[in-house]
């Protein structure tokens, strides 16, 4: 997906619609989310924003391999991982003491000496931001507090026009983590971003309805969107089939 120029002065709010339409093709790819953060992560210092995840679940996830910082911790030169969530963190180095971990408040400006003395290559702020209560005030702070320290970095959230979210409508229910507060769309996700001061980089849709943002924390940095065509996933082409699809576009 790439955002023209006419897109990028609603994003910034010179320009105001109440029904504006953003295309949606042209974004696709056939990697998935964990497939995309790990050849990002490969022998990288990455700082890992919200890395406990939901504390009923961690054991089970770390028993069946599918917890997120550990595949991060794996593939990474060296990962911290830093939550708000204190007894997430005091769980994790009390039973998995080989994980560097650590509690950080990512709105205070007062940055840990262990991140100062460290380049860091990307900043990660996987499936977090859809649980906060401001995200725009969210994303300012990581800019103001942490751009000195890294450049860049990558967002993901579920995209609220996934196949999964639209089936469901169709059964009049919401399919939904207690714990969120938004859900975000390609749009709404680059105009926080935006908001926040920060520059979109680059912006792609994985499978499974996961969407990666790359952000530059220099606001003077040219927006550049990189973007590649694959074909339907398996699940939403069974879904299209199912509908009256006149009216279909497949791109």
């Not at 030169?77 to 997430?88: F, P, S, T």
């Not at 769980?91 to 100062?116: E, F, G, H, R, S």
């Not at 702070?141 to 609220?160: D, F, G, H, Q, R």
Request: overall charge negative.
């Amino acid at each position: 997906m790439k955002f023209s120029n006419k897109d990028k002065e609603y994003l910034s709010g010179e320009c105001f619609s109440s029904g504006y339409n953003i295309k949606l093709s042209g974004f696709n790819t056939s990697t998935t989310r964990l497939e995309y953060l790990i050849n990002k992560v490969k022998n990288k210092n990455i700082l890992h924003i919200g890395f406990v995840d939901h504390l009923p679940v961690i054991d089970e996830k770390i028993k069946l391999k599918k917890w997120l910082h550990d595949d991060i911790d794996h593939f990474s030169k060296y990962c911290l991982g830093v939550d708000i969530n204190l007894e997430g963190v005091n769980y994790i180095q009390d039973k998995y003491p080989k994980y560097d971990v650590a509690y950080l408040d990512i709105m205070d400006n007062n940055i840990p000496q262990q991140i100062k003395e460290i380049k860091w290559d990307y900043i990660i702020l996987p499936d977090v931001i859809e649980h906060i209560n401001f995200p725009v005030d969210f994303l300012k702070s990581i800019k103001e507090n942490y751009s000195k320290y890294c450049e860049t970095l990558i967002i993901t959230t579920p995209n609220a026009t996934r196949y999964r979210n639209i089936k469901e409508v169709f059964n009049n229910t919401e399919l939904i983590n207690t714990d969120h507060r938004f859900w975000f769309t390609p749009y709404t996700l680059g105009k926080i971003v935006t908001d926040s001061g920060c520059t979109i980089e680059s912006f792609e849709l994985m499978e499974y309805g996961k969407l990666p943002l790359y952000i530059n924390s220099n606001p003077k940095e040219k927006i550049r969107v990189v973007a590649s065509k694959s074909h339907l996933s398996q699940e939403t082409q069974e879904f299209i089939d199912a509908l009256d699809t006149k009216n279909i576009e497949q791109v």
